[in-house]
């Protein structure tokens, strides 16, 4: 597909203005009504994604040309897909999130590149990550952990990292005690150490589909090779890129895929797991874009007129995961949840998403505080939450205003109430198994 | 006042003036780059096409502050260019409709001010959207009536300057009538206050002691616009008894919660038009009612059942067709009230004044549609459903006019739209969707015709002008008055309508000494010897509008008899 195969969608845009704010009946209040940080941000209509599509329309209408200005505005959006939610409350025939994508691979075709996003497509091909740490590197985490290595040891169970977590060391105790808890529920579990890959969803994201393809295809020769039943992985943006852009490229991987709080949910309920103890704290919940709306997964093009499909063909992001954490939440004793405003399908994006924490960090920041504000609004004592990177913006952004407020996974609060202590840095040693 | 052709794309903005815009507002907050102000050219709704964009503006500024708007409506009269403002674009109203305008984008300013519980008004600057405004004002049992363009349209900019009824006119009114104090930057830059706010006696009154100009500000339909900048106003609050944070689960068709204590939803069915007419008055007349409307049949279908109508079948289906017909005088009444007493009230009223007329009435929580129907209508999440069916519609032109003339007149409109429908150039809903609802403690009946089409099929698109002008023909014939805002059609019925062009042509002169304000759907001359459109369907029907139009042209005296 391209920009211009989007042409009727980008011509459907009303201009309505919906996709600039949550769904109507989901508005609370004044301050937390704007669903997009993008034109929260910035403003002109340009930066939302009515606005994105109309740039579109206007460069496939041959009336405007796609200038370095332009490209920083398709490049200023987490590509969170809160816009798209939003329209598809009224409409089917427009996919807006798609639109959004093409607009990136035309900048990448056009050459209109920045020097942050090739930075991280550098990484990726001399590394294999998107962070710029090296590739022998990339299963330090694991060490003494008895997982197998799924390099030369079949396991029913593979377990794919990510890139932030494989190399982000204040992430290591809630990956290590989150494998710790897999294995003692019994579960076959391999990770590939040094030979497993970005899933290459960012690169995608950022338009480099070329990049994300070769990961693709690395990650899809892998599982084969495997003989794994299951992938279970708990960075919230792979889970998103294996559910939905793995297929879109017609790489769909040939086996299950969890997100690790799924799999500790089932493991919870089939009594595999026992949280008995108090984690006593009102938490509010952070649902990742990439773990919910845009994991839902993805469902083939829609072949006519698109103002006649089906809603069951109409991907609006209400099978992306949210019940899920909130569930385990219920599970912990002591913990107690107070939802925010945004939350859901219509969730505020913490800001990382689509090469924007690497290409805009101030963009970054500006969304991870709103949403930090949000979180305190609600008077919860902790905002918990289940990928990476929102973990990421949020500890940088409170890091760089010098503000505080305790941000955990909820692997970290699984952990607690299972009573496993987190490891020490001191205690987890660096050096890969083999 | 000129059209620039096909591309509508006018010169770029001299490198001065758009200096001068920068340092008015930050550099930041002004862009002339073509493909972000095709953003707000892009303008398929309310257009009459066959084109979907409206001129590109030169430059898009945001300004922050009522100073700063001052400041860009000066640079502009200074560089000789044209301003027009934008709150959240709703249709092509909001864009720019002539060549050199420097659009003003009021995102910025989206504050609301203060909510004034014991004097029920709320203070709001432009882009406050109606969701915003309502979640903040039922926090404290208050409630502010929305245009049915919905929760996410401009108060603000309804009040001041386009239209504004809606369902809730029943009980709350239209948008006209809630404006209060008013804060209006003129089209030479300074500043007016009105009413109240014009004496430094707070915002509670439009009408003085300070200077009452709201007449002039906007008339009835408003000036889209072409009046200036209005920076805050205040609007009216009413009553909301309902509980203070209503979160449904769900969007539109899947919302579920639970009606609030003594508030209901309410379908009848009448036996014939003149029956539907005379109940739901009488009903209205007596305050009944929170929302109120009488949905077109089609209008429901287009929204539940949008697929079966782009179908052969349904084309087809004659007898489905008719019996669909026979539940067309309907009217939806949703109640909300503060005790079981008035409830009780409410409903006998209507109880009594259906079965007079020979109609019945049901309780929607016998269909299942009870919660959705109130929390869609009361949070106005509604209304942008109208464009799922075929991609875009257009209503032929409200009228406002009584309860009955609206909705006698009626079935003229269906035969025009029916006409269409068989000529293949727009979506067969039965041609029967007139929508009818009032205001005005009931003086005032509202009808539009929602005509759906997709406005990127050309075939589709050129039949939207003549369809307009034929409805504006039938009005003229019924002796309404008409939504006009194309120059050339205000030429030809300003004379008979009391010569109001030349009334609102003399203000603008004094207001807009020159020129600046884009005026194009309000006050701006036609241009001299440009040529017709040479589609026949539009020729013919030019043909008889100016027939009419001279037949009931007023003379210097008054009207004709």
Redesign the interface.
């Known amino acids: 597909m391209t920009l211009s195969d989007y042409e009727?969608d980008m011509?459907?845009?009303?201009?309505?203005?919906?996709c600039?704010?949550v769904?109507?009946?989901?508005?609370?209040?004044?301050r937390f009504?704007k669903n997009c940080p993008s034109i929260t941000r910035y403003?002109?209509?340009?930066y939302s994604g009515?606005?994105r599509m109309?740039?579109g329309?206007?460069?496939v209408k041959g009336?405007?040309?796609?200038?370095d200005?332009?490209a920083d505005?398709i490049y200023r959006c987490q590509l969170c897909g809160a816009c798209d939610t939003a329209c598809k409350?009224?409409?089917?025939?427009i996919d807006l999130s798609e639109v959004l994508l093409e607009l990136r691979t035309t900048c990448v075709e056009q050459g209109k590149l920045i020097p942050e996003h090739m930075m991280v497509i550098d990484s990726l091909k001399r590394e294999g990550n998107v962070l710029g740490e090296p590739k022998a590197e990339r299963g330090a985490w694991a060490h003494g952990l008895p997982v197998k290595n799924i390099n030369n040891e079949k396991a029913d169970v593979i377990f794919h990292t990510g890139c932030r977590y494989s190399y982000d060391r204040e992430l290591w105790p809630t990956l290590r005690g989150t494998v710790k808890l897999l294995l003692s529920a019994g579960l076959d579990v391999g990770i590939a150490f040094s030979e497993e890959s970005c899933c290459g969803g960012r690169a995608y994201e950022m338009g480099f589909r070329g990049e994300a393809q070769n990961y693709a295809e690395d990650m899809l020769s892998r599982v084969k090779a495997s003989g794994a039943k299951l992938i279970v992985t708990p960075c919230a943006d792979g889970y998103a890129h294996f559910r939905y852009i793995y297929p879109r490229m017609g790489k769909a991987l040939p086996v299950e895929v969890m997100h690790v709080s799924e799999v500790i949910l089932h493991l919870v309920k089939e009594g595999k797991l026992s949280l008995k103890n108090e984690v006593p704290m009102l938490v509010t919940w952070h649902d990742p874009c990439h773990l919910g709306r845009m994991s839902e997964p993805y469902l083939p093009e829609w072949n006519g007129d698109k103002?006649?499909r089906?809603l069951d063909r109409k991907r609006a992001g209400h099978n992306g995961v949210y019940d899920v954490p909130r569930e385990l939440l219920k599970f912990i004793p002591g913990v107690d949840l107070v939802e925010m405003e945004r939350i859901r399908e219509w969730s505020w994006c913490c800001g990382a998403g689509g090469g924007v924490y690497e290409a805009y960090p101030e963009l970054c920041t500006f969304s991870a505080l709103e949403r930090i504000e949000e979180a305190r609004s609600t008077g919860a004592e902790a905002m918990a939450t289940s990928c990476p990177w929102c973990h990421v913006a949020f500890r940088e952004a409170l890091a760089e205003t010098g503000d505080s407020f305790p941000v955990y996974d909820i692997l970290d609060l699984v952990q607690q109430s299972v009573g496993l202590s987190p490891e020490t840095s001191e205690e987890i040693q660096g050096g890969e198994r083999k | 006042m000129k059209q620039t052709g096909p591309s509508l794309i006018s010169p770029p903005i001299g490198d001065e003036a758009y200096k001068d815009l920068e340092e008015a507002v930050g550099p930041e907050f002004v862009t002339r780059e073509p493909a972000v102000l095709d953003g707000y050219a892009w303008q398929p709704l309310w257009n009459e096409g066959p084109e979907m964009w409206v001129h590109r503006p030169i430059a898009v500024v945001l300004p922050a502050s009522t100073e700063e708007v001052q400041a860009v409506v000066k640079i502009c009269n200074k560089h000789g260019l044209k301003f027009k403002a934008i709150c959240t674009g709703w249709g092509a109203l909001a864009g720019p409709r002539c060549e050199n305008v420097v659009q003003i984008e009021l995102r910025r300013m989206d504050r609301i001010l203060e909510i004034d519980e014991k004097n029920m008004f709320v203070v709001v600057e432009p882009h406050a959207i109606g969701g915003q405004v309502m979640a903040e004002t039922m926090r404290k049992g208050l409630h502010t009536h929305i245009v049915s363009s919905g929760a996410a349209s401009s108060p603000l900019a309804s009040a001041t300057s386009c239209v504004g009824c809606a369902p809730d006119g029943t009980y709350m009114n239209w948008s006209s009538r809630n404006l209060l104090g008013v804060e209006w930057v003129l089209p030479d830059g300074e500043v007016i206050r009105l009413g109240t706010l014009g004496s430094g006696d707070g915002w509670f009154c439009g009408d003085g002691p300070g200077p009452s100009l709201r007449g002039v500000l906007r008339g009835r339909l408003g000036a889209f616009g072409g009046n200036g900048v209005f920076t805050k106003c205040a609007l009216k609050l009413y009553n909301w008894p309902g509980p203070p944070e209503p979160v449904p689960e769900g969007f539109l068709y899947d919302t579920e919660l639970e009606l609030p204590p003594h508030c209901k939803a309410y379908i009848m069915f009448f036996p014939d038009r003149k029956s539907l007419a005379d109940a739901t008055q009488a009903i209205t007349v007596e305050g009944i009612g929170y929302n109120a409307f009488k949905p077109g049949m089609g209008s429901l279908l287009t929204m539940i059942v949008p697929h079966l109508l782009h179908k052969e079948s349904w084309k087809k289906a004659k007898y489905l067709k008719k019996a669909i017909q026979a539940f067309n005088y309907q009217f939806l009444e949703v109640l909300a009230t503060d005790s079981a007493e008035e409830l009780e009230f409410q409903e006998a009223v209507m109880r009594d004044e259906v079965s007079k007329h020979g109609g019945f009435m049901m309780d929607m929580e016998h269909t299942g549609m009870a919660e959705m129907i109130f929390w869609t209508f009361v949070l106005s999440s509604n209304y942008p459903i109208f464009f799922k069916a075929a991609g875009m519609f257009i209503t032929a032109y409200g009228q406002d006019e009584s309860h009955h003339s609206m909705v006698m007149a009626s079935p003229d409109g269906e035969k025009i739209k029916q006409k269409w429908i068989d000529r293949g150039g727009i979506l067969d809903d039965n041609a029967d969707s007139g929508i009818h609802f009032m205001m005005e403690e009931s003086t005032v009946s509202h009808y539009e015709e929602p005509i759906e089409f997709d406005h990127r099929n050309p075939d589709q698109t050129r039949t939207i002008k003549p369809i307009e002008m034929e409805f504006t023909h039938m009005q003229a014939e019924h002796c309404m008055e008409s939504g006009i805002t194309s120059p050339v059609m205000r030429k030809m019925f300003g004379p008979t309508e009391g010569f109001y062009t030349k009334w609102q042509k003399g203000i603008g002169k004094i207001i807009d000494p020159r020129g600046c304000a884009d005026d194009y759907l309000y006050n701006a001359e036609p241009v001299e010897g440009e040529p017709l459109p040479d589609d026949p369907a539009i020729l013919e029907m030019t043909e008889k509008l100016a027939d009419i139009a001279t037949k009931m042209a007023w003379t210097e005296d008054g009207p004709l008899e």
Not at chain 1, 89 to 93: I, K, N, Q, S, T
Request: aromatic letters at 10%.
């Open positions: 009727r011509e459907g845009c009303s201009r309505c203005a919906s600039k704010w769904p109507f009946n989901q508005m609370r209040s004044w009504a403003d002109f209509h340009a009515g606005g109309l740039m329309l206007s460069m009336r405007s040309e796609l200038t200005e332009v505005i409350v009224y409409r089917d025939d103002i006649m089906t």
